[in-house]
């Protein structure tokens, strides 16, 4: 049987996380709120950074984000989600619940600690990711509230998807698919802190269907 114990575990660390950040949002005055901000914000783009640059070619990784772009664009992910955090009253609703749900899913331990939780029961990269993202939900909830917390449902959906069907998504662990995958995940991390800075405001949800052609164009380019 398959440890899908594993993204149950990781769904309740995210919003333990989030309450107690919730709770501590109301204590922070607002020179240490923004310093959080700031915090966040850099640590996000050298995750990005560090990610991207592991990437095998970067024109998957261009040709992902061009096609899924456009797909989430026409879907108009984003405003769907800013429509959901109008209705119920939480101005950061969206920016929290993306920028959580990314961080939280595109990194390799999610896809290499899943498919390893469904193939051999060994849950404890997910394990050590919990902890990860039970810590950076804290911090991400006392700025953006409750949108990071109902990240916890990403994490639950796309992780205990992946943990049972991890005898058909193996192959998404070879470098050959994780590496541009990842990278891909890296440029939309990048689109959040730039977002989180004030930089410049992407929609980053727009990006998502992405994460699902880059594997498309990997194996299409491994063909020739």
Same mark, same amino acid.
């Given at each position: 049987?398959?440890?899908?114990?594993? @993204?149950?575990?990781?769904? /309740?660390?995210? &919003?333990?996380?989030? *309450?107690?950040?919730? +709770?501590?949002?109301?204590?922070? @005055?607002?020179?240490?709120?923004?310093? #959080?901000?700031?915090?966040?914000?850099? $640590?996000?783009? =050298?995750?990005? +950074?560090?990610?991207? +640059?592991?990437?095998?070619?970067? *024109?998957?990784?261009?040709?992902?984000?061009?096609?899924?772009?456009?797909? !989430?664009?026409?879907?108009? /992910?984003?405003?769907?989600?800013?429509?959901?955090?109008?209705?119920?009253?939480?101005?950061?609703?969206?920016? !929290?619940?993306?920028?959580?749900?990314?961080?939280? #899913?595109?990194?390799?331990?999610?896809?290499?600690? $899943?498919?390893?939780? !469904?193939?051999?029961?060994?849950? %404890?990269?997910?394990?050590?990711?919990?902890?990860?993202? !039970?810590?950076? %939900?804290?911090? *991400?909830?006392? +700025?953006? =509230?409750?949108?990071?917390?109902? %990240?916890?449902?990403?994490?639950?959906?796309?992780?205990?998807? /992946?943990?049972?069907?991890?005898?058909?998504?193996?192959?998404?662990?070879?470098?050959?698919?994780?590496?541009?995958? &990842?990278?891909?995940?890296?440029?939309?991390?990048?689109?959040?802190?730039?977002?989180?800075?004030?930089?410049?405001?992407?929609?980053?949800?727009?990006?998502?269907?992405?994460?699902?052609? $880059?594997?498309?164009?990997?194996?299409?380019?491994? #063909?020739?």
């Amino acid at each position: 049987m398959k440890n899908i114990l594993t @993204p149950v575990v990781n769904a /309740i660390a995210v &919003v333990i996380g989030s *309450l107690i950040g919730m +709770i501590l949002k109301k204590g922070f @005055p607002e020179n240490i709120r923004k310093i #959080l901000f700031f915090a966040v914000g850099l $640590s996000t783009i =050298g995750m990005a +950074i560090n990610m991207i +640059i592991k990437a095998n070619n970067f *024109l998957i990784v261009l040709g992902s984000m061009a096609i899924g772009g456009i797909i !989430g664009e026409l879907i108009n /992910i984003e405003d769907k989600l800013k429509k959901i955090g109008d209705s119920i009253k939480e101005g950061d609703f969206s920016t !929290g619940f993306v920028a959580s749900s990314i961080l939280f #899913l595109v990194g390799p331990l999610t896809i290499v600690g $899943s498919i390893t939780a !469904g193939l051999t029961k060994d849950g %404890s990269l997910i394990y050590m990711k919990s902890l990860l993202d !039970g810590i950076s %939900s804290i911090v *991400l909830s006392s +700025i953006y =509230g409750l949108g990071v917390m109902l %990240s916890a449902i990403s994490v639950l959906l796309v992780q205990g998807t /992946i943990v049972l069907l991890s005898s058909k998504l193996s192959f998404l662990t070879n470098p050959l698919y994780l590496n541009d995958l &990842v990278a891909v995940g890296g440029v939309m991390v990048l689109g959040i802190g730039l977002k989180i800075l004030d930089i410049k405001d992407t929609k980053v949800g727009n990006f998502l269907p992405a994460l699902f052609i $880059s594997p498309i164009l990997s194996f299409l380019t491994s #063909l020739f």
